[in-house]
Nanobody, 121 residues
Framework: QVQLVESGGGSVQAGGSLRLSCAAYRSYCMAWFRQAPGKEREWVATFYTRDSSTYYTDSVKGRFTISQDIAKNTLYLQMNSLKPEDTAMYYC??????????????????WGQGTRVTVSS
């Protein structure tokens, strides 16, 4: 069955780095979302496999980098200069259709179970 699995979460101090990984079998579009305690799910970044184009939410632009290793069917999120406000459960998502937006959760059909990221001050 098709499913996504995230890994790489953990606890770091402000200014530190983490790299999240998501294992998946083929996709047209993949993205990272996050959800902090008591808050709604927030879009973080998107990667389009067809042309390797990327999109980022303003709060992580310049600090996070989304990339994909097609040969390994793996999506990555390199997170640098982490801040306490980055603390959240991070989810990998994917869809195979050309339609949909890069940032709308309901436009993605496959999701991982989440990996927790905690950034302390």
């Amino acid at each position: 069955q098709v499913q996504l699995v995230e890994s790489g979460g953990g606890s770091v101090q402000a200014g530190g780095s983490l790299r999240l990984s998501c294992a998946a079998y083929r996709s047209y579009c993949m993205a990272w979302f996050r959800q902090a305690p008591g808050k709604e799910r927030e879009w973080v970044a998107t990667f389009y496999t067809r042309d390797s184009s990327t999109y980022y939410t303003d709060s992580v632009k310049g600090r996070f980098t989304i990339s994909q290793d097609i040969a390994k069917n793996t999506l990555y999120l390199q997170m640098n200069s982490l801040k306490p406000e980055d603390t959240a459960m991070y989810y990998c998502a994917a869809r195979f259709s050309i339609g949909g937006s890069p940032w709308t959760p309901t436009d993605f059909d496959y999701w991982g179970q989440g990996t927790r990221v905690t950034v302390s001050s």
